[in-house]
């Protein structure tokens, strides 16, 4: 009979890849037994176990997931996998910040005005964070604080200027900060 123990997450966070096997238990929370390469390493999986890792092997046979060498599978990659598949988390697996992500639906109540801790700067950073870098816009050529003002000025013209050179500094991404080129696609 197994023995539950709780893993310890900083040291398998410290881990690029995981076996397959040993991402279904920590994903569930637990230590994993690590047989030796003769045993099956899912022969002690309880029905929950078994349940979450043929939907894992399921997903990689789809493509919605790599396994490297057959048998890895990245630990980043695996966290966005199972966040998409609405799995409930341990929260010390996400790394070195021991509390659960946010879902995609509360993420959504930051933009809603009529929300009791609303935080106007901070929705109009995601969202110019957003449009002006994750939509790919940035324009090398031209300042990427400017780029950002300019977009807060045009979209948050209520906004004082103080606001928005406040939120074009949190804003700004740390390579950029750091006077690094930025590489475009």
Not at 23 to 28: G, K, N, Q, S
Not at 165 to 182: C, F, Q, S
Request: include cysteine.
């Amino acid at each position: 009979m197994r023995v539950n123990t709780k893993p310890d997450y900083k040291r398998w966070n410290e881990m690029y890849y995981w076996a397959r096997e040993e991402a279904v238990y920590l994903l569930l929370g637990e230590e994993p037994v690590i047989p030796g390469p003769e045993n099956d390493a899912t022969a002690g999986f309880s029905k929950e176990h078994r349940e979450l890792y043929d939907k894992l092997e399921q997903d990689i046979a789809n493509g919605e997931l790599t396994a490297v060498n057959g048998r890895y599978v990245s630990r980043t990659d695996l966290l966005e996998w199972a966040e998409k598949k609405n799995l409930r988390l341990p929260g010390a697996i996400l790394g070195d910040i021991p509390i659960e992500r946010p879902t995609y639906s509360q993420l959504d109540r930051l933009f809603d005005p009529r929300e009791q801790y609303h935080a106007g700067e901070l929705a109009a950073a995601v969202c110019v964070w957003n449009e002006v870098f994750l939509k790919e816009r940035y324009n090398t050529s031209k300042s990427a604080k400017k780029q950002i003002v300019e977009f807060l000025q045009a979209h948050y013209p209520a906004m004082s200027k103080s606001r928005h050179e406040r939120i074009a500094t949190v804003v700004m991404p740390d390579v950029l900060k750091k006077g690094a080129a930025v590489q475009t696609s």
